[in-house]
């Protein structure tokens, strides 16, 4: 799960069909809570043992509900639910019917793909960016010309 697309979801960018999507996620992350069969680390406590680990997301959700900017809680959530999803195929394949749903609504956000760059062999590092101004190579900006001091352009007396 990508964390950008996490993000731009509990931002609710999209307005309604945006917070529809966010409600979406909840309900499906708080209807399954599951037995992960892997040890999760609570920071307060350390791992627990296989057998009692259970995610249930809240934490997360309630993090990203309060701060739709909280990249932690987005790779947190984004893990819980790759945990989720690889222990219980009924909910892997709800989560990816709403990634469907939620790539439809938000196809812009990067979603970790593979980018593709064709036109040339490069030998170099290659940088992308999208909505972004970049220059390269520009030369450094010319400072400003000094003001012109009043007093040079007065004619000077003879002595």
């Known amino acids: ?49 296989p057998e009692l680990a259970v995610y249930d997301g809240e934490r997360e959700l309630t993090a990203l509900s309060h701060n739709p900017l909280d990249r932690a809680a987005a790779q947190a959530l984004a893990e819980g639910l790759r945990v989720l999803a690889d222990s219980d195929p009924d ?33 170099q590092p290659v940088i992308q960016a999208e909505n972004a101004t970049v220059t390269f190579n520009s030369p450094a900006p010319q400072p400003p010309p000094a003001p012109e001091d009043p007093d040079d352009r007065a004619p000077r007396g003879r002595g």
């Open 1 to 49: 799960m990508s964390i950008s697309l996490l993000l731009a979801v509990a931002g609710g960018a999209a307005g309604a069909m945006g917070e529809q999507l966010w409600q979406a996620l909840c309900s499906l992350v708080r209807r399954h809570p599951h037995q992960t069969g892997s040890a999760l680390v609570d920071e307060d406590t350390g791992p627990e043992p």
């Open 91 to 123: 909910f892997r394949a709800q989560l990816g019917a709403w990634h469907t749903r939620a790539l439809q609504l938000y196809p812009n956000v990067n979603t970790g793909g593979t980018y593709v760059i064709s036109g040339g062999v490069f030998h």
